[in-house]
């Protein structure tokens, strides 16, 4: 491996799926990353599957259906490559949650981020980097590294 591993967040995920556009981000994937260096979190996945029950409940057929797909596509790519809490990470996201109770989610990815020493990919830095992970920003060329 090289010498920094990813997790992505969301709001990269978004971009590199094709939802959104955006050309830094685009080339910092194709410059900077091998494909086995970049993981996602099981908090993606939950993140995905509680967007597509919440169309399909406002009758958003389609909408949910490409959230659907959007979430089998992640679990095949990511397939050995889904990040989970484990005990150290769980406890280190308790603690980072009695200090702050924000952002539930993106804590708790800061913290499988902290626990293993990888960058979180995203543009909202300011909720990982608080939490003690460091960041990697690539909406900007270059992409901004941010650490606590």
Do not use: C
Not at 19 to 45: A, G, L
Not at 63 to 85: G, H, M, P, Q, V
Not at 86 to 100: H, K, L, S, V, Y
Not at 112 to 139: L, Y
């Amino acid at each position: 491996m090289g010498a920094f591993v990813f997790i992505l967040d969301s709001d990269v995920l978004t971009v590199l799926d094709g939802s959104r556009r955006n050309s830094n981000v685009s080339k910092w994937f194709d410059r900077r990353v091998d494909e086995t260096e970049i993981f996602i979190s099981v908090i993606t996945i939950f993140e995905k599957a509680k967007n597509a029950s919440y169309l399909a409940r406002k009758g958003k057929a389609n909408d949910a259906a490409k959230a659907e797909a959007t979430i089998n596509y992640l679990k095949t790519t990511f397939l050995n490559r889904i990040l989970s809490l484990n005990g150290i990470a769980a406890e280190d996201w308790g603690r980072m949650i009695g200090t702050q109770d924000k952002h539930l989610l993106d804590t708790a990815i800061a913290a499988i981020a902290k626990q293993r020493n990888f960058h979180v990919v995203t543009r909202n830095a300011r909720h990982f980097v608080a939490r003690g992970a460091t960041v990697t920003d690539p909406f900007h060329d270059p992409e901004r590294v941010i650490t606590p």
